[in-house]
């Protein structure tokens, strides 16, 4: 308690050229904020032509003109030179009241109380990491006679690892990767880099200020995880290249034997606790398409990227243009000879015009060194793109515009999505047809474009074929319209997204299968945990996954914080510890009839990998990151079933 928060920023030490060359690259508005830290003085806030006059998703300067951006530089330099020769020091931090005046201040709207203690805890004035579960008031022996076994190692593996770590709670990692990342570590594919901005999508207790792009490529993403992953001593927990098989309850012990198979054949782990941290695109899906077999050249899936296959000056075809092969076509098209796109379904994109751009150095200098700017940074992200941007996803039930739009923000969201292709592919109809999507703005996930995609296709050695295929043969793609000779295909295809926790084989009390038990609706409180499955937790489980903006790292830091509280129950005495089935049951209802007023439901969407086959979404969270935050701070005991 009472350290230096660590985003406080460290001593300033730069000359006032350096500092007045850095604030040439800063968010004004986020610059604002922290000069309020540094001088206690909340008068900035009120100053004439200080203020943001506008928010915007990615618009970080609050659509301020250039002359009040100046003014605000100018007093910046005093400020912060003034900060630098009084030793960095920082004043008494601002109250409560003051953080949501600013807070508003920012995002030019009333912001609600709720989001205050969310906003604190991001601020951490005192250095606690108050998203990290206290542990100190139990007996170390207790905690090491607590061996929990975690499935995977990438994001929330690897979190569930520093959190166990910082606990004092033994832990092994089961990782079927040789390195650490999960889906960052598989997707190496040309141009894959995140489409969340990066200053959220990071954990909340290490440092942003390395970030090269706002939205990183996979090299950088991998190098991230590792760099933590080594800091926070979490390797040595890990047993790579070694898969969970099947894990089963043991009542009478209340342990977990989990069958692992690795280089040195099969092994049981027991542990008190298993926590799945194995994400939900970890299984690549290959088409149903006759003669998929049958093609003579190579063919790979855009998560299994073949790097041995040179791909210059080949006819490549591409079957897939969601997120995955949006992000390709546009990185090899100019080193193939032609391209041929193969899209089933047209998808809405977000103009984005920082999505391949570089941060600059003032930037990273302002969040390496300026009180809280980094955190105000990430609180711009987070209000427009992330609850902000669930009202055009919202049904509104006296809408009627068939497949076009389901209210009139989500058919305002049409029409600037519209305009932005339109813009791109100029006069040609033909093109305009195929890329304009036929259901409803956000309905799947929206992609984050700079105009980079539609480039690419008005190539003339590029070809979008929307034709539905019929078949692959030894030579190629053949569809309704014809056939195409390729060297290569590539399948963007996605992935078993609806299938939790599959193919592991999860047997739990009384012998029951969590597939058998879940059958085609997978459901879990909070995501979390099921009944029957004692001392069992998933991380980014049924109901957890964003599309309506969001950072998966914010949510699998609430989901182990609620995981931590129930281990706290395990190490008090209990034998097992698990969600009761009203709680679950009630979760699942809520969930589901939340969803059915959400866009990525409507009927208009014929093919999503958010649907499963009965139609149904069990995978995506409708609820707000705030409502997760607060129903996830603690479990609510009467949900616990406690034995
Ligand atoms: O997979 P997808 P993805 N015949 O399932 C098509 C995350 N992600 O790997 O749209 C013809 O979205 C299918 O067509 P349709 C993100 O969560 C994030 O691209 O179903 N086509 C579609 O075009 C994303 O949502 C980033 O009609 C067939 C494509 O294959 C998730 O991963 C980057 C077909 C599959 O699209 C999955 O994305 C990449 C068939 N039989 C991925 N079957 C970031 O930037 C399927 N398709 C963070």
Redesign the pocket.
């Known amino acids: 308690m009472s350290e230096r928060s660590p985003h406080a920023g460290a001593p300033i030490t730069a000359t006032d050229e350096e500092i007045a060359a850095a604030l040439e690259d800063v968010s004004i508005p986020t610059l604002v904020l922290s000069m309020v830290h540094m001088t206690g003085d909340a008068s900035w806030l009120t100053r004439s032509g200080f203020r943001p006059v506008g928010l915007f998703l990615n618009e970080i300067q609050g659509f301020m003109d250039e002359r009040s951006r100046a003014e605000v530089r100018r007093h910046a330099l005093e400020v912060i030179t003034a900060y630098r020769d009084g030793g960095s020091e920082l004043p008494p931090p601002p109250s409560a009241a003051l953080v949501q005046e600013m807070m508003s201040w920012l995002v030019c709207e009333p912001v609600p109380d709720e989001y205050v203690p969310m906003m604190l805890e991001e601020l951490d004035f005192d250095g606690s990491d108050p998203r990290r579960v206290d542990w100190s008031g139990i007996d170390e022996s207790v905690r090491a006679d607590l061996p929990v076994v975690i499935v995977g190692c990438g994001m929330s593996g690897l979190l569930a690892g520093v959190r166990l770590g910082e606990a004092g709670i033994p832990y092994t990692i089961v990782e079927k990767n040789a390195g650490v990342g999960g889906?960052w570590f598989e997707?190496q594919y040309p141009g894959?880099?995140?489409?969340?901005g990066n200053h959220f999508?990071c954990y909340s207790f290490e440092p942003s200020d390395h970030w090269t792009e706002f939205?990183s490529q996979q090299p950088e993403l991998q190098t991230y995880f590792q760099r933590v992953m080594e800091r926070h001593g979490v390797d040595r927990h890990v047993r790579w290249e070694t898969e969970v098989d099947r894990m089963v309850w043991d009542e009478e012990h209340a342990t977990w034997r989990v069958t692992v198979s690795g280089a040195g054949g099969d092994e049981v782990l027991e542990a008190r606790a298993v926590i799945t941290a194995v994400g939900?695109?970890n299984r690549?899906?290959?088409?149903?398409?006759d003669g998929i077999d049958s093609f003579d050249g190579p063919a790979f899936h855009?998560?299994r990227w073949d790097h041995s296959v040179d791909l210059t000056g080949k006819r490549v075809a591409l079957?897939?243009?969601?997120?995955?092969?949006?992000?390709i076509a546009p990185a090899i098209a100019e080193q193939v000879a032609e391209l041929h796109v193969?899209?089933?379904?047209?998808?809405w994109m977000f103009p984005n015009p920082h999505y391949h751009e570089a941060v600059a150095d003032g930037v990273r200098w302002a969040m390496r060194h300026l009180p809280f700017y980094a955190r105000w940074y990430r609180f711009l992200l987070f209000w427009p793109a992330c609850d902000g941007g669930m009202a055009a996803a919202r049904i509104d039930p006296e809408w009627d515009d068939g497949s076009r739009s389901i209210s009139a923000i989500n058919d305002m969201a049409r029409g600037m999505f519209t305009d932005w292709i339109t813009g791109q592919v100029g006069d040609d109809p033909e093109l305009l047809a195929k890329v304009i999507p036929d259901y409803p703005a956000t309905g799947?996930?929206t992609?984050?474009d700079d105009g980079s995609w539609l480039q690419t296709l008005v190539r003339d050695d590029v070809e979008l074929h929307r034709a539905?295929?019929r078949a692959i043969t030894p030579t190629g793609v053949t569809t309704a319209d014809g056939h195409v000779d390729v060297d290569v295909i590539v399948?963007?295809?996605?992935?078993h997204?609806t299938r939790f926790l599959w193919p592991m084989e999860i047997v739990g009390r009384d012998g029951a299968t969590l597939q058998d038990s879940w059958g085609a609706t997978p459901a879990a409180h909070l995501g979390i945990s099921t009944p029957g499955f004692p001392n069992l937790f998933s991380m980014y489980g049924p109901g957890t996954?964003l599309?309506s903006g969001g950072s998966l790292i914010f949510h699998s830091e609430c989901q182990m914080r609620w995981i931590e509280h129930c281990l706290q129950r395990l190490a008090g005495g209990a034998a097992t510890v698990e969600a009761t089935d009203t709680a679950t049951k009630d979760w699942f209802d809520r969930t589901q009839a939340e969803l059915d007023t959400m866009v990525w439901t409507h009927p208009s969407i014929?093919?999503?990998?958010?649907k499963s086959n009965d139609g149904r979404i069990y995978g995506l969270s409708p609820w707000r990151l705030v409502d997760y935050w607060d129903w996830t701070r603690e479990p609510d005991p009467a949900d616990l079933e406690i034995r």
Do not use: C, M
């Open positions: 889906t997707n894959a880099r995140v489409d969340v999508y939205f939900q695109l690549p899906k290959l088409p149903d398409i855009s998560a079957i897939g243009a969601g997120a995955s092969g949006f992000q193969f899209q089933r379904t047209a998808q799947k996930r992609l984050q539905s295929i399948f963007a295809t996605g992935f997204g996954n599309a014929e093919h999503s990998w958010y």
